[in-house]
């Protein structure tokens, strides 16, 4: 449905105060969008991208060589706003995998991974660790199909005000769960620790604040997450 109503909402949202950078299209707003907590002016009606999305879109562009260099990509629950436009990089070997996604290559299961060691040079996985119940496994699984010397982009939504990742299988209520977690089918709120946890798997992480590099009207035109740290990790 996303897809056959974006093109009329695109067209009527039309203007010039916010840009979406991963088509470069200009509107006079963005859409709402959020499940307990609503964000309004969020969601891009060209691509569907979210404030997540067109930070990670600028800092591939702006800061690697995703787009220039030969590389063995892995993508987590490929996204909307970026399927397409990667599957068409020459560049690039892509590969995308999700248990249940029906639009995802590999049919497997992150805890359990069908691909051998050092298998990629590059792994995209954002927003999915919070849906997994064995998150170290997970990330074990990733470090090892992640090859020597390679990159792992692994977002989450995480809170900053806390110091270490909240989880409690106890609570059940759906309702209850969005409300603490976020979202009802997310199984923790993860801590600034979500870092230091990374590392303990092995992989040597930065955390970086691109928005920190973007002035505060590049901040608000492009509608980006203020301070938002992407975890960066290498091999």
Request: proline letters at 5%.
């Amino acid at each position: 449905m996303s897809y056959l109503v974006r093109p009329v909402i695109a067209f009527i949202l039309r203007g010039n105060t916010y840009t979406d950078p991963i088509d470069g299209k200009s509107f006079r707003k963005f859409l709402p969008y959020g499940y307990e907590r609503v964000r309004e002016n969020v969601l891009a009606p060209g691509t569907l991208s979210l404030e997540r999305h067109r930070l990670f879109w600028l800092y591939l562009t702006n800061e690697t060589e995703f787009f220039s260099t030969s590389l063995r990509v892995l993508h987590f629950a490929p996204e909307q706003a970026f399927l397409k436009r990667f599957k068409e990089l020459k560049n690039i070997q892509y590969t995308t995998t999700d248990l249940n996604s029906p639009i995802a290559d590999v049919k497997a299961d992150i805890c359990d991974l069908p691909f051998k060691n050092d298998s990629y040079d590059f792994i995209i996985c954002n927003h999915v660790l919070e849906h997994i119940p064995d998150d170290t496994k997970a990330m074990q699984e990733l470090y090892r199909v992640l090859a020597p010397g390679g990159t792992a982009i692994l977002q989450v939504p995480y809170d900053r005000k806390r110091d270490l990742t909240f989880t409690d299988d106890t609570i059940t209520d759906q309702k209850e769960r969005a409300a603490i977690f976020g979202q009802y089918d997310h199984v923790r709120v993860y801590g600034m620790d979500y870092f230091d946890k990374l590392k303990s798997i092995g992989f040597q992480v930065t955390a970086v604040d691109y928005t920190a590099q973007l002035s505060e009207d590049e901040i608000n035109k492009f509608r980006l997450p203020k301070g938002e740290l992407i975890p960066l990790c290498k091999k």
